[in-house]
């Protein structure tokens, strides 16, 4: 990966909290594991990023490097890889996801996760 | 590009002899998988480290558009 993809991804995710590195957009997932992250993100009502991968080669391969993490979509909190669709999941099921959001004072629906840990308790 | 569940299951006992591994092929196109690994190996791992060394397992399976396998739903245990 050329230093000017690195620090383009860098830029990306150190402009914004919350980065999603996905196939598609928010508004247009085109990938079953893109869309279950954007559902996550948007049920808890954060607010993000979408990076629409396939509209850029450089970021789709360069972002697998970057995190040494060979699937899309990757899930990026304050400059930090969290995981791809089934680590999403998994911490959303089992209050970890939004108990991270807290940790790194990201806002989010409170009513949405405590809903979401009752429905998995 | 497909690869078959028993080729999956190969990669994954050579690097995990003890584990417990289960493959479910989710769409019968040999394409999109379902598996749950468990083994002592991920003891002391983050979840991130665990699905990581499941995927260098896959040898490249997974890896760049022709990954010859295009989604692995994964779940990683500790045992």
């Not at chain 1, 620090?7 to 279950?36: W, Y």
Request: include cysteine; glycine fraction near 6%.
């Amino acid at each position: 990966m050329n230093e000017n993809v690195k620090s383009r991804i860098e830029a990306l995710i150190n402009e914004h909290d919350v980065v999603l590195f996905m196939k598609g957009t928010s508004k247009m997932p085109q990938c079953g594991f893109s869309s279950r992250v954007v559902g996550i993100l948007n049920y808890l009502q954060i607010n993000f990023k979408d990076i629409n991968v396939l509209e850029d080669d450089d970021i789709r391969q360069g972002i697998k490097d970057f995190s040494d993490w060979p699937t899309i979509p990757q899930l990026y909190v304050k400059n930090a890889f969290i995981g791809g669709a089934d680590i999403i999941t998994e911490m959303t099921m089992s209050g970890e996801l939004d108990q991270l959001f807290t940790e790194k004072s990201v806002s989010f629906s409170q009513e949405a996760a405590a809903r979401i840990r009752e429905e998995n308790a | 590009m497909a690869i078959s569940a028993e080729k999956i299951k190969e990669l994954l006992r050579k690097k995990f002899p003890q584990a417990d591994i289960e493959i479910i092929d989710t769409a019968g196109d040999s394409n999109h998988y379902s598996a749950t690994i468990a083994t002592k190996e991920f003891r002391g791992k983050s979840r991130i480290e665990q699905h990581k060394l499941v995927y260098k397992a896959l040898e490249g399976a997974m890896d760049g558009s022709n990954g010859i396998l295009h989604a692995l739903a994964l779940q990683t245990k500790i045992k």
